[in-house]
């Protein structure tokens, strides 16, 4: 039974999955503030050429469809 129990302690493999699980995790969060970040600037980026394009037709002459 010390054996069992002396060999659990030395084994670290599942302290190594949990760091790849750590790892993992972290990575994941860094992903996903950065794609927050980069879509709330497309989302802006597109409001402005939208509103641009809107105003652009507004202005026109008559002729032009939009």
Do not use: Q
Request: aromatic share 4%.
């Amino acid at each position: 039974m010390t054996k069992l129990v002396s060999r659990f302690l030395k084994d670290e493999s599942g302290a190594t999955a949990i760091e790849y699980g750590l790892i993992a995790a972290l990575i994941s969060v860094a992903l996903i503030t950065g794609a927050t970040a980069l879509g709330s600037r497309l989302n802006n980026v597109f409001s402005g050429l939208s509103t641009s394009m809107g105003d652009a037709c507004a202005d026109s002459a008559a002729g032009v469809s939009c």
